[in-house]
């Protein structure tokens, strides 16, 4: 698979299909890989030069998404690189036709808080996104599942000029 040649220092994202190259990356993070081939699901890769160095995911369900799988290489962190590649995911989201943004999260509250992102009740998300596969991989587990907080963003207004 071709990929744009990029600059080293400067980084770019961009959506992609290599889902072996996330597969990798997610590896690396000890991230959930599973159903990471959900043909809905979106996956959106940050480059460092040509190197990838960040990835996340977008399963989108209805008028819902879900932002899974976040992870951003340990030396390239504290670069903007996760806020860069939330912001393209909300993007793919809501041009997906979601208007909401659930995640599940064990750590990086602040992060995720900074970024307008509120507590939301775990059945909330699971009613919303059953059907994606890692909402589905957390209802086959109630135990890891309850170990998960749930964050919920409102992009209803994404993209809507106000004058």
């Known amino acids: 698979m071709a990929f744009r040649k990029h600059r080293s220092g400067e980084i770019a994202i961009e959506q992609t299909r290599d889902l072996a190259r996330v597969r990798k990356l997610l590896e690396q993070g000890k991230m959930l890989t599973d159903g990471i081939e959900w043909p809905p699901a979106c996956y959106l890769l940050a480059f460092d030069g040509d190197d990838a160095v960040g ?18 290489l340990e030396q390239h962190r504290h670069r903007e690189i996760g806020r860069r590649l939330v912001r393209a995911a909300r993007q793919a989201a ?10 599940f999260a064990t ?3 602040r992060f995720f808080c900074r970024l307008g992102f509120q507590h ?3 059945e909330e998300l699971s009613a919303a996104l059953k059907g994606s596969p890692q909402t589905d991989y ?8 309850a170990l998960e907080i749930a964050y919920r ?3 209803s207004r994404d993209g809507i000029i106000e004058r």
């Open 94 to 103: 809501h041009t997906r036709g979601a208007r909401q943004l659930f995640l």
């Open 55 to 72: 990835v996340v995911g977008v399963e989108p369900l209805l008028d819902s998404a879900l932002l899974r799988s976040l992870y951003v």
């Open 153 to 155: 963003l409102d992009i």
């Open 120 to 122: 939301a009740p775990l």
């Open 138 to 145: 957390y209802l086959a587990r109630p135990q890891e599942r």
């Open 107 to 109: 750590s990086a509250e």
